[in-house]
């Protein structure tokens, strides 16, 4: 197939063009090369291994200054929190009893594979936990994995995921996210179509108002005061886990965490006291277990 023709203003000749497309050409392979480079110095890759579930995860923390833009600026608009965010500046969004005795902090990307493999293991066992209130769980999201990869995916989900907060169900569909992430590289949550689609995975999230604040994105401005957060705590990577403010992912001194670790952790920390009874206000609701398709 013949290349068409290019149309170049102010008469250039074929010889001058063709120096000139090759130089282009020099400069995008370099930038790419760039990219790359930056890519594999920020990806750090950890084992960790799941206890009871007979499974070894290949953890990747990608590092969190990575995905900060040049100029640190944002396009999104006036900042909207969603209902029933807590914590400083009200960048926490909570799940669990609010005077459970310990607190899991836990800093995620939608896009991260590492967070879902997180996700994927402990699950169960943070929902156990979160029900018989011996923790609650403020999860904060981040958008890193838009800097590295590009697309707006991470942006994108954490804007639904806190529409689902505003709706009372974040939690569930926090988790159908993860059971339907996409393969990093392919930035499908960037499509709001898609995002609405997973919703119908989560009973009474999929109305007119949840369309319209994802569609809007409503909270754009709100993650990416989020993930500025993030960026400026000081913190490795994501998923970020944190109980009671000490660092379990992906360690705790020289435990690997694992289903039989996590459990441990919280009786430890929780020894002489007793289990939270208040009940959370509808959008800070306890998870129920979602099924993917």
């Known amino acids: 197939m013949q290349t068409p023709p290019r149309f170049v203003c102010g008469g250039v ?46 953890v990747g923390l990608v590092a969190a200054n990575s995905g900060k833009d040049e100029d640190g600026s944002s396009e999104a608009g006036p900042l909207s929190a969603p209902s029933g965010v807590q914590g400083e500046e009200q960048l926490a969004i909570p799940v669990g009893a609010s005077d459970a005795p310990s607190t899991l902090t836990v800093w995620e990307d939608f896009r991260c594979p590492a967070c879902a493999q997180f996700e994927n293991a402990l699950r169960s066992t943070v929902h156990d936990l979160v029900a018989a209130g011996k923790i609650k769980v403020e999860y904060h999201l981040a958008t890193i994995i838009d800097g590295n990869m590009g697309g707006s995916g991470s942006l994108r989900a954490a804007n639904a995921a806190a ?50 604040c994802v569609n809007d994105g409503t909270h754009d401005s709100w993650v990416e005061k989020s993930n500025t957060a993030f960026q400026n705590g000081g913190f490795r990577g994501t998923p970020t ?46 998870p129920a277990d979602t099924p993917a398709s």
């Not at 950890?46 to 499974?55: D, E, H, I, N, Y």
């Not at 996409?182 to 109305?207: C, M, Q, R, S, Y």
């Not at 109980?243 to 009786?267: A, D, H």
Request: with cysteine; net charge positive.
């Open 163 to 212: 529409c689902a907060q505003d709706a009372g169900k974040f939690a569930e569909y926090h988790d159908v996210l993860y059971m339907n992430q996409p393969p990093e590289p392919d930035d499908a949550f960037a499509d709001n179509g898609k995002l609405i689609e997973l919703a119908g995975k989560v009973e009474g999230l999929d109305t007119p108002a949840f369309r319209t």
């Open 13 to 58: 000749s074929d010889n001058q063009e063709r120096k000139r497309t090759a130089r282009e050409r020099i400069q995008r392979e370099r930038q790419l090369d760039k990219a790359r480079e930056r890519r594999r110095r920020t990806l750090i890759v950890a084992s960790a291994v799941v206890g009871v579930l007979g499974l070894a995860a290949v």
């Open 241 to 286: 886990v944190l109980l009671n403010g000490e660092s379990i992912f992906p360690t705790k001194g020289e435990e690997q965490i694992s289903v039989p670790n996590f459990k441990k952790w919280v009786e430890e920390a929780n020894k002489g006291k007793q289990p939270g009874t208040r009940q959370p206000s509808p959008a800070g609701s306890a």
